[in-house]
């Protein structure tokens, strides 16, 4: 049973937010956690060139495959992480989601869970909207949502941090100073074992 998790960052907050969840799939019997990412525009990647951070993060994933058509394919369910870009997800993102037209035209999504994390700079800078509109294209594939309820520890909360039922968040701070919280990385763990909990209960 293979569960998928890919994501794009550029600052790192998402690839933290990933790591929480891939560990929270992999953490339940009988699955198999894959990490991807989505690709880099070349447009991006010469900017990325001039940002010392920006660099550093994107060695850091070196060692992660670029998401294809075809890890989708394979997966049981699939973990969709993205940062806001204006309260939707990047254009990286939706690049990969756009390629998936022959996945949707033989239904070969359908059924399978999927779930969605982000991050933004700001309290109120997208992290809902983007969250929701990331779900419509997986509706369209016939993929099955699954959330974070509120029994979850830390989702109650009056915080300037993430934890929606939409998903898991994080913010990033205008500067991107800021990392994940505890709570913020628990949740997302959560998001993950759900997932692939509910997968293994679908497949059964």
Known sequence: MKILTVYYTMYGHTLTLANS????????????????RAAEFDAVDKIIDKNDFARGVREQQQDVPVCTVEDLRQA?????????????????MKQLIDST????????MEGKPAGVFT??????GGQETTLLTMMAPLLHLGMI??????????????EARGGTPYG?????????ELTPTEEDLKIAMVLGR??????LKLRR
Not at 21 to 36: K, M, P
Not at 101 to 108: F, K, Q
Not at 168 to 174: D, E, H, V
């Open 21 to 36: 969840v891939h560990e929270g799939v992999n953490g339940v019997d009988g699955v198999q956690g894959v990490l991807r």
């Open 76 to 92: 049981d369910g699939v973990i969709f992480g993205s940062p806001t870009r204006y309260g939707n997800m990047t254009a990286q």
């Open 101 to 108: 037209a022959e996945l949707w035209m033989n239904g070969e």
């Open 119 to 124: 991050s933004t700079a700001s309290t109120h």
């Open 145 to 158: 949502i699954v959330g974070v309820p509120y029994s979850t520890p830390g989702m109650i909360h009056t």
């Open 168 to 176: 898991a968040s994080t913010i990033a701070g205008p500067q991107g």
């Open 194 to 199: 759900r997932v692939a909990e509910t997968t």
